[in-house]
């Protein structure tokens, strides 16, 4: 079979001709754009450029500031309308307006939650007295950085899973603040980075030992101790310690504050024009980190303590490769030198709005395959960049023709870019799918992965399978398998029943992600009915990444009934056929 890969190129001049990028789902052919007062009221303007009616709602996303109650509406194919969002609720500075929106068919009686996510604006504004000026994310929030100039003579650190870092210091920075020590928070129950990445390269488990089962059961994840190695010893060149924490948009408004569980955290001193690397380690579940310097201190020298999104199963960088960090210069105290309590702020007009939601997606996901003994990690981590403002890289061209920037993974190395609209758990799990994906597979995807493809349409099997899976991944880390009709919030479709308007069969990718819920999942449900589902928790991914070389999903119930054996033949058939794999 003729297999699609983006991995080894002859001609320089041509890879990015032919670099493969398995992409976010494009919405249905629904455009808006917002048209801003600052006193009176604001529209969006919506057009449907499809050939279909869709009922749709517009809500605000969970990053706006500009609040708006939802508006609903029915387009008919070329049907444009303005749509009343009221008076928003601006104050003057930076202001964001997001607006999600979801599909429904327009002739399925309402409440059935027959829908799927459509197309959403992120915009970041600056309101003043008497006007509303559109601005970017750069211009905003990552202007704040300041320029941290000098070359860097960096000491390898071992990240754990076989990668040693050798990143110079974060040449663009943000700075941290004071925070109250007595701040509550909730900790975080996971050991080191270090300790997350100890598995063998690929490590999966033996599925077949634990084999199938009819009807309910759960399996809990269990939960993890945090290694508490705080030791109140100071190193022999003397230690630096203190908590960082994140300060973040709380789901019901307001500010939350999480530890910094899982960042990099790094001292430096700055000796002539070049910065020295001086220690290192990691922020624990409770926000606390204590660095013993690897080498004396430079006396009547400040050492930079900088906090970096970074580990080695992920960073997230900007356009350029920076990966973003705050960083503030300190003087020794003496052997032991304690800063205290710190903050970074990523509210929604902060420093890096977004960032600690695709840090949370991506650990969310890291911390799922671990539970279940599977290995996620790349060779190297996985590079996120955000916000993705380029037209040439993976672009989504609207049915009009105009290119906006989109989010993808590139199958040869993994990296990842998400446009500013999609900081989105959901989203991120989706892209890291890809990234795990094309490395169990050595970089060569199902025949006709990439390219532009849609929730509800058909394509072929090889990009349906490619994405199918990825749209699946997101509701296999957020839902347990008993859950009867999972919703998740940035695809927007019930993964166990979805029948909106999609095109059937192994070329529709909803229908193949609804597949593996099946796989997963312990309901009965549907005509055939689907009756079994793996006892391992992970099977459903496991299997898939372990058994590379398909070009469909609709090849995969011999997967899956080979290593069950024959009496599972029949009940892992009538789940394919339920899900229109035969189609
Ligand atoms: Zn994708």
Redesign the pocket.
Known sequence: MQRASAQVCALATIMSATALW????TPVPVTMDSRLVRNGASFLHVANLGRETYQMSFSPGPSATLTFKTVTVMLEPGAVADLNLGQLPFTDGAQVLEVTSLVSSDFKPAGENQTVTGPSLYEVLVADPISIRKSSYEAQFLSRRLAIRGDSSPSKIDFGGGYISTRGIGALAFESAALDPNTRFTPIDLPSPVEMAAMKPKEMPDFSASGAGNGPTSKLLGSEQDQSGGSNQTGPYGTIEGKIFLKVPASGGGIAVNPAWGWTVRGWQQIGSAWMLIGSTWAKGDGSWSMDFFIPPFPNTKVRVEYQVANRFMQVQDKDGNVYTWGDNWTLTGPLTDIGSRSINLTKTGDAPGIDVIYQGATALWRRFRADGMNALRDEPIQITFPNTSLDTCPHVDSAGNPTPW???QSSDGKIWLASKHAKAGVVQ??I??SIHSYYWDGSMPSGSGGQ?SLTACFNPGLAL??GF??FMPYWVQFDRDNPGPHEASLGYNIETPTLNLCAGASNEVHVSATFWDVYDNHTDGSPSDTWYFTHHGAAVGIFLNNPGHDSMAEYWNVYSNILGPQWLIPVMNTFTLNTMFH
Do not use: L, R, V
């Open positions: 398995a992409t976010q789902p989010s993808c993974s989706h892209e799918a890809h493809h490619t994405e990825a749209d």
